[in-house]
């Protein structure tokens, strides 16, 4: 586990701010990390966990027993959190998680001087999980420190998040992003692109690379190339290629189409702007737009944001896939 300052990439102003808190004791109890997903939030987590339990009231030293013990990810004072799927069900945090957690979070610490609970993706706890983690929030047994993170700030109770100390985190630059990817191995034109594609997002930019993301963007491109001509046959065949994805790929399938869409609004004011996400793909774009309206790129997007907050409850995806099919090769 990584928890070392230094190799955190931007939000330097956030980190001294933490550190600073840290050093004078003025750390609260319970901090809410948000942001866009794959900034680094999880990673800030992480070395502000280590450098808590580590006790210097300073960065992390990496010699102690302690620092050894989060680095190798088997702190016995460091627990973490993360939605669970079941079946085919959407990931969530369920009640049983929260009753897990308060039980050992009640113990007295064993290795460090406090505990520290880090909850990824709070926004999906459920409304029993929440309720009960207000009640550990508002009155802690013991030492410890809650950090939850959230890409959706607005999902989450009101009363979890004013119990909390908000620390926002914003997207990073693209320099900084291509730089990275480069010192990962990737080819300096293709750590650009994907730097750009990942809209400030590191995280997503190393998925991109990693699990062929170009190839999903290159087919809700071709997506849009053929709606006007698609016919029932094919969009059958096309609800069952992507209802059988993984809920998570279908999301991101979804992402680009709604990039490309956005993109094509704002070829519709400049067929030259340099603010396009799909720098690469600028002549195929060009070549839709006499095809696709403002008025209809509007309709079709929100049928995109539609899915795409569907999908994060427990619906049947190809059910779900056939009906957007239907509605966006219908919209004129």
Request: with cysteine; aromatic share 4%.
């Amino acid at each position: 586990m990584d928890t070392d300052w230094k190799t955190i990439i931007g939000h330097s102003s956030q980190k001294e701010r933490l550190r600073t808190m840290l050093q004078e004791g003025r750390l609260p109890h319970a901090l809410l990390f948000t942001g866009p997903d794959g900034i680094g939030k999880k990673r800030m987590a992480r070395a502000l966990a280590a450098a808590i339990l580590c006790g210097t009231g300073n960065d992390p030293c990496g010699r102690c027993e302690s620092c050894r013990a989060m680095q190798a990810g088997s702190h016995p004072d460091y627990y973490e959190i993360l939605p669970e799927s079941r079946g085919k069900s959407a990931s969530v945090i369920r009640i049983d998680q929260i009753r897990a957690m308060q039980t050992i979070a009640s113990r007295y610490p064993i290795l460090s001087g406090s505990r520290v609970v880090l909850i990824d993706e709070a926004e999906r706890m459920n409304e029993a999980a929440a309720n009960s983690l207000l009640k550990t929030l508002e009155e802690p047994e013991g030492p410890v420190t809650f950090i939850l993170i959230t890409s959706a700030r607005g999902s989450l109770p009101d009363t979890i998040v004013s119990r909390c100390m908000p620390v926002a985190f914003g997207m990073l630059p693209r320099g900084d992003m291509a730089a990275a990817l480069r010192a990962k191995g990737i080819q300096p034109d293709e750590a650009d692109e994907l730097a750009v594609l990942s809209d400030g997002s590191l995280g997503r930019a190393e998925v991109l690379c990693e699990h062929g993301g170009l190839s999903l963007r290159n087919d809700a491109l071709s997506f849009l190339e053929q709606l006007d001509t698609m016919d029932m046959e094919e969009v059958w065949r096309q609800g069952k290629e992507k209802g059988e994805m993984d809920r998570e790929r279908l999301l991101e399938w979804l992402l680009y189409l709604n990039m490309l869409l956005r993109d094509l609004l704002v070829l519709h004011e400049d067929g030259g702007s340099p603010l396009i996400y799909h720098q690469d793909c600028r002549q195929r774009l060009l070549d839709l737009l006499p095809r696709f309206a403002e008025h209809r790129i509007f309709s079709l997007l929100a049928e995109v944001r539609g899915l795409q907050r569907r999908l994060q409850a427990n619906v049947n995806l190809r059910l779900q896939t056939e009906g957007f099919l239907i509605r966006m090769r219908d919209l004129t």
